[in-house]
């Protein structure tokens, strides 16, 4: 059987513990599953594109059937250089569908050969965002349990180091 592949992309500003459930629910389905994080969001990132890069493939290290790349331009175009028709896309709660489904729409439009599937979350994590994770962390509140250890530290480091610069 030829091995079938899915693209999950996102900010990843940084990845939570609610986006490695969605990986790995997704790998139930796909053989392969290719992290693509988005060169530049809309907002400045707190972390550059090789940190969040990098964090995600530290995470799946273990993991050879989790791929992780940096993308830039059209989702649709990337997803289509990787030869992969589909895309995932975590659904946490109704208030992400509107958005969700309106950019699944335009994708389409865009490439009807691609088709975005959803999935949910374990529960636990429908309240979570990376935006929430990094305001938590900037205000001094723990992320425990909200993002990978290793990423707990290095959002530690970062907000350190981001507060040295504004008071020197
Ligand atoms: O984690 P996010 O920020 O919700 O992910 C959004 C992402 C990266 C999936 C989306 O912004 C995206 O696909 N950007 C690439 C540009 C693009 O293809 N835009 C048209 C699709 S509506």
Redesign the pocket.
Known sequence: MPETSALY????DPITNGHVDIIERGLRVFDRIVVAV?EN?KKAPLFTTKERVRMIQDIFASKKEVEVRAFD????DFARARGTGVVM?GLRAISDFEYEFQ?AL??RNLAPDIETFFMMPNVNYSFLSSNLVREVAALGGSVEGLVPGPVARKLRDKIKKSKKVQSS
């Open positions: 992309p996102g900010s990843f988005l969001p331009g059209l989702l649709v896309r950019m335009m994708n």
